[in-house]
């Protein structure tokens, strides 16, 4: 759909020029974080780093990408520590030797972000999706959104009788309304907005957002919907200073629960 594709461009240009980070020189007293875009778009880090390079001299140069991309760029010794929301991958990400540990600092949840209610539960609800013909925008990037999403597309499978695909676009039904853009969660919900289709976000992104869009965000009780977030430490020789960024994170848990936007809190610090 042209729109679609005019607004992908809105989004990839600004990310060609700063999401990949810089080729300038990184000092010796700085670190290479490679995060979850909902981090960034949620408002979170902004609040976060420069408190913790006033406590500590190090500054943080931020890549924010899907977690997959995070983990590939930390693979290939490109960032100096990660944060992502992707427990399975995380874990396999340990246990195949690319990382030290893995320790969650804080955690919201998955909801669904929409021109209004949807009724049911979300199994129910992302059906009606397509029983209905609306439209949903899917991140479409190997995000730990992402990957929640194709395991919701899995619930809906075993109650429906769609047809499904599963492709370079990851596991979704094959119907027309079905939008992947290949892009972080806050443009996912700018597209969305512009479209009046759903899609579904981390709580924190959508309600930082909520001010700037005209759709509702929806919660459900699953505890399918539980978003940790946690932070792997590398074998580099930055190890001291990603250690105190992993301790500074576990140890401010009040900097994390005070953070909210309309009165509403975003993140839970800790472990769910």
């Known amino acids: 759909m042209p729109r679609v594709i005019f607004l992908l461009i809105i989004f990839i240009l600004p990310c060609l020029q700063g999401c990949l980070g810089t080729s300038e020189e990184i000092s010796d007293q700085s670190i290479r974080l490679a995060t ?13 780093l420069p408190i913790f390079t006033e406590e500590t001299g190090i ?24 944060i992502s929301h992707s427990p399975t991958n995380e874990i396999q990400f340990i246990e195949e030797g690319h990382g030290i540990n893995r320790t969650t600092f804080a955690w919201n949840r998955f909801v669904l972000v929409g021109p209004d209610q949807l009724s049911g539960n979300l199994t129910e609800a992302m059906s009606s999706l397509v029983t209905e013909n609306k439209c949903f925008i899917s991140r479409g990037d190997s995000s730990g959104t992402h990957i929640k999403e194709q395991d919701v597309w899995r619930s809906v499978a075993e109650i429906n009788d769609f047809t499904f ?13 079905y939008q992947s853009i290949g892009q972080g969660m806050g443009a996912a919900i700018t597209i969305a907005n512009e479209l009046e289709c759903w899609t579904l976000s981390d709580k924190g992104t959508a309600l930082f957002r909520s001010d ?5 965000i929806q919660e459900f009780e699953s505890s399918e919907l539980v978003n940790p977030y946690s932070v792997l430490l590398l074998e580099n020789e930055k190890i001291s200073e990603t250690t105190r960024f ?6 401010n848990h009040d900097l994390i629960d005070t953070y909210t936007v309309g009165n509403q809190t975003l993140f839970q610090s800790g472990s769910p």
């Open 36 to 48: 979850t875009t909902s981090m960034r778009d949620s408002g979170l880090l902004a609040e976060l």
């Open 59 to 82: 500054e943080v140069d931020v890549i924010a990408v899907g977690s997959g991309a995070a983990m590939n760029l930390a693979k290939s010794n490109d960032v100096d520590v990660l």
């Open 165 to 177: 695909i599963n492709n370079e676009l990851g596991y979704h039904p094959d119907w027309e309304g």
């Open 212 to 216: 700037n869009i005209e759709l509702s």
């Open 246 to 251: 992993r301790d500074f994170l576990l140890n």
